[in-house]
């Protein structure tokens, strides 16, 4: 469930953008949107002016991830600067699992920006109903 300041931040995307976001959440001095994939360059704009006019509009960090179906395709473009070597979705008994797989070298850079995956989990949580994420 959307709270207000969400649906604000969502409205400000789409009355700039032109862009309907997946989902939105406020964190701190920053505004994560879920863009579907379709949509994603037009929320960046031309080398990325539309995120900063609604970044001034906003008056916080805006940081877009992408929507896709497949939620191992969410991983690898959420993990972009890694190199991902393969992403495997398990289902447990009472949960899903995500298991991202990466070289010595991907793993830190994954793990330098813990921001980044705290973030990435919680997508992953509320768009995929994956409870735990596992970089190896």
Do not use: H, W
């Amino acid at each position: 469930m959307l709270d207000i300041s969400q649906i604000q931040m969502m409205n400000a995307l789409d009355a700039i953008a032109k862009v309907s976001a997946r989902d939105c959440f406020v964190e701190g001095d920053s505004v994560v949107f879920l863009i579907p994939e379709k949509d994603m360059n037009r929320a960046i704009g031309k080398s990325g002016s539309t995120v900063e006019l609604l970044k001034k509009r906003i008056g916080k960090r805006v940081e877009l991830f992408e929507y896709t179906e497949q939620p191992e395709k969410f991983f690898e473009r959420a993990f972009f600067k890694a190199k991902i070597v393969k992403v495997e979705i398990k289902d447990m008994k009472d949960s899903k699992i995500a298991i991202v797989s990466v070289d010595a070298t991907n793993k830190k850079i994954i793990l330098q920006n813990m921001r980044r995956l705290k973030r990435v989990k919680e997508l992953a949580k509320r768009n995929y109903g994956i409870e735990e994420v596992r970089i190896r």
